[in-house]
């Protein structure tokens, strides 16, 4: 039972996650290009707040996962408050430092981190939140909203400044104030599907779990979430600080549409967490290790047709927009993105394994070797090469390259366990074999055709081929399903 609602509540995630994206491809393509410096502006804001989150969280979401299982019903709802409690006292800390740095600090940029910070405490507690709807098995209608509202409110947001109804300040208060929205409906549904009482005396909680262990994991936590932005997202904070607003708005663009990639992937990594937490808690290595290969098998084949099409297509589809001018010059850091994301899916739930085991500070120890490689990779590519965004994009490649890796030598070596098989193998061959071929296929002068033709032949080979083979669990068995019930309504007629 609890297996068939992951499955549902997966399926909801990643399709609320896709009608997001689609929002977001749309406004990518036909809004965004027209003003790439507010679109950097607000990239840049955004990047302040992913900074500041991770203070304010200090690793309560993720401890919300660690130590549920292991909790009595009272004690989960002490710590989710405990959570609360601690986002509420640091953020008021940090906002007395952040008014404080406004006098001593000679930063050109610095009059951003105001409007990055409401940002960054919404987030705080939709993280919480989130964390704890995953718990509670109720993940879809809070990933509605946190997918679905800031990804109205910016296009909306946008119009209105193309328009000439808003400016570049009072459009960012109103993208501001869409978090506030979110916020808010997201607190709706999650105290009406769990109730807590206004008790806030923690010692029963921390008489179950040490006090120490919780800081402790929370710190390492902290510290994780912290270096992943350094990590991962730290070119949309460095692009404007050595290049410009526009550049960053054109970068955007690349990595909004590569995103689109990696949705599938999200929804299982939350889906998958507690589960993850309870296998290594049981020490049921083998279970855990089969669902590593089925989910990251099966990453792999959605990312990989995803990014075949993109390989395939993108170029034909741009050529048929009338801001094809203004988005090819995106088009380079999409591919590289996408095979930055793809790799990424294909290797699985690794952080989630190593999150939740007694190998956790091995998180930390490799997010800040990649902090120093990414970093000092960007501002060789900044500084040292003519690239400019192309520079930052290959940085990015080469540090997730390098980190998934990283943590797939250190799983094996304390766990024994790969997500790769034989089978894996076989639709890494066929799928590379396949779409490299129709690449190399002659162009068609009508682009609506070549990218029809291209884009279907390659899913078409592909499914067809992976579903003769048994390459992959979950298609084979959601085709069988289809095809009974087709063969069922042919009998009844």
């Not at 769990?194 to 120490?212: G, H």
């Amino acid at each position: 039972m609890q297996e068939n609602n992951s499955h549902k509540q997966a399926f909801w995630f990643t399709i609320i996650n896709y009608v997001g994206i689609i929002i977001g491809v749309f406004s990518t393509i036909f809004i965004y290009p027209n003003d790439k410096e507010f679109l950097g502006i607000v990239r840049y804001v955004d990047s302040i707040a992913q900074i500041l989150f991770p203070i304010l969280v200090f690793g309560g979401a993720q401890a919300l996962i660690h130590f549920y299982p292991d909790l009595s019903e009272v004690n989960r709802k002490q710590l989710f408050k405990y959570g609360i409690r601690t986002i509420l006292g640091i953020s008021s800390i940090v906002l007395i430092f952040l008014f404080l740095g406004n006098y001593v600090i000679t930063w050109d940029n610095y009059h951003y981190v105001f409007y990055a910070f409401p940002i960054a405490f919404s987030l705080a507690f939709v993280e919480l939140f989130k964390r704890q709807a995953t718990n509670l098995q109720k993940l879809s209608i809070p990933t509605f909203f946190e997918k679905i509202i800031p990804k109205l409110a910016l296009p909306f947001v946008f119009i209105l400044l193309l328009s000439g109804y808003f400016d570049v300040i009072s459009s960012l208060v109103a993208f501001i104030s869409s978090y506030f929205i979110l916020l808010i409906l997201l607190s709706v549904y999650l105290f009406r599907q769990y109730k807590i009482n206004m008790n806030f005396d923690f010692s029963s909680l921390f008489s179950q779990i040490s006090k120490k262990d919780y800081y402790k994991y929370s710190f390492y936590s902290f510290v994780g979430s912290f270096g992943s932005f350094f990590a991962f997202r730290v070119d949309s904070f460095m692009i404007p600080e050595f290049l410009s607003f526009e550049a960053n708005g054109t970068y955007s663009i690349g990595v909004m549409l590569a995103s689109a990639l990696a949705i599938p992937a999200t929804g299982m990594y939350a889906i998958y967490a507690p589960q993850v937490s309870s296998l290594i808690k049981s020490g049921n290595i083998k279970l855990l290790g089969e669902k590593y290969i089925e989910t990251s098998k099966l990453l792999f084949f959605i990312g990989a047709i995803l990014f075949g099409c993109i390989v395939l297509g993108i170029d034909s589809l741009f050529q048929m927009l009338p801001t094809y001018d203004k988005l090819v010059d995106s088009i380079p850091i999409i591919i590289i993105l996408g095979a930055n994301v793809l790799f990424n899916m294909a290797t699985g739930f690794n952080s989630e394994i190593i999150s939740y085991s007694k190998y956790f500070r091995f998180n930390i120890i490799s997010v800040l070797v990649l902090v120093v490689i990414n970093v000092s990779l960007n501002v060789y590519f900044l500084t040292k090469t003519n690239l400019g965004i192309m520079g930052v994009a290959y940085a990015s490649l080469i540090a997730m390259t390098l980190f998934n890796s990283f943590k797939l030598y250190f799983i094996y070596s304390k766990f024994g366990i790969l997500p790769f098989d034989k089978k894996y193998a076989k639709l890494f061959l066929i799928i590379s074999v396949i779409t490299m071929a129709i690449y190399m296929l002659p162009e068609f002068s009508n682009h609506l055709m070549n990218l029809s033709f291209k884009v279907l032949l390659n899913i078409a080979l592909i499914l067809l081929i992976t579903y003769k083979l048994k390459l992959v669990f979950s298609l084979n068995f959601w085709a069988d399903k289809l095809l009974d019930k087709i063969n069922i309504g042919k009998q009844k007629h």
